[in-house]
């Protein structure tokens, strides 16, 4: 080995040895105030068939709802998206969470949008409303391609759902005006996982929207 070779090997031990003995700092903790917020996702008109679509409202009870002013503030446009699907005659599903897991459709938020049969609704807690439930069964049952998706809250029961409902190859249409969180931030953070930041399997299926860009066949 000539005196170059071995100079240049001695340097990139002793390199190495440095970095392996000092504390890396190159984390998301330390790094947290450098982070900048991307571009807003872009969100698209969407038109969808009645028939191979479904409707979910997941989560959107009393006792959580109230407890957003976000959830609360969401409710004209849950209303919305809840009175179109019916006046078209689409599936709608709902999962009905907490009263110590004895929820039931008087629990929903608004009285309005509840659920009008036992077949709708299904008492399951959880991020990821399939496992466990009567989803898969019912959109399976009704030859569901797509599904729309309304939660509270929007980085737990939407995020959650609509990744399953990716992966297991439906189209997910998020309107993000009908799924809150505690907080702007909350919100910001599950849109981009959804938009940008999640698996290629879910956001190549998921398209982001609001419930006035929502149009029917």
């Keep these: 080995m000539n005196l170059s070779l ?42 969808v068939d009645p028939q191979t679509t479904a409707l979910l409202f997941l989560d959107i009870m009393k006792a959580g709802c109230t407890a957003r002013p976000r959830c ?6 849950l209303k919305r998206m809840h009175d179109a ?4 005659n689409m599936v709608v599903w709902y999962s009905l969470v907490g009263a110590n ?14 659920p009008r049969n036992t077949a709708e609704w299904y008492r399951q807690g959880g991020p ?19 599904v729309i998706i309304c939660g509270n809250s929007f980085q737990g029961a939407t995020v959650g759902t609509a990744s399953a409902a990716a992966q297991r190859g439906y189209k997910v249409i998020v309107p993000v005006d009908c799924s809150a969180g505690e907080d702007v931030y909350n919100e910001q953070y599950a849109t981009w996982h959804l938009a940008k930041g999640g698996p290629q ?16 066949q």
Excluded: Y
């Design 201 to 216: 399997g879910v956001t190549s299926n998921v398209t982001l929207t609001r419930t006035t860009m929502v149009k029917f």
């Design 128 to 146: 990821d409303k399939f496992l466990g439930s009567t989803l898969q069964a019912t959109l399976k049952q009704a030859g569901i391609k797509t």
């Design 101 to 114: 897991g004895k929820a039931t459709p008087d629990d929903v938020m608004d009285a309005s949008f509840k």
């Design 72 to 77: 609360v503030a969401a409710v004209p446009n």
């Design 6 to 47: 071995k100079f240049t090997t001695a340097t990139f031990a002793a390199a190495l040895a440095v970095a392996v003995a000092t504390p890396s700092t190159a984390d998301v903790v330390s790094d947290w105030a450098q982070a900048k917020a991307p571009p807003a996702p872009e969100l698209k008109d969407v038109t």
């Design 85 to 88: 699907a019916r006046a078209h």
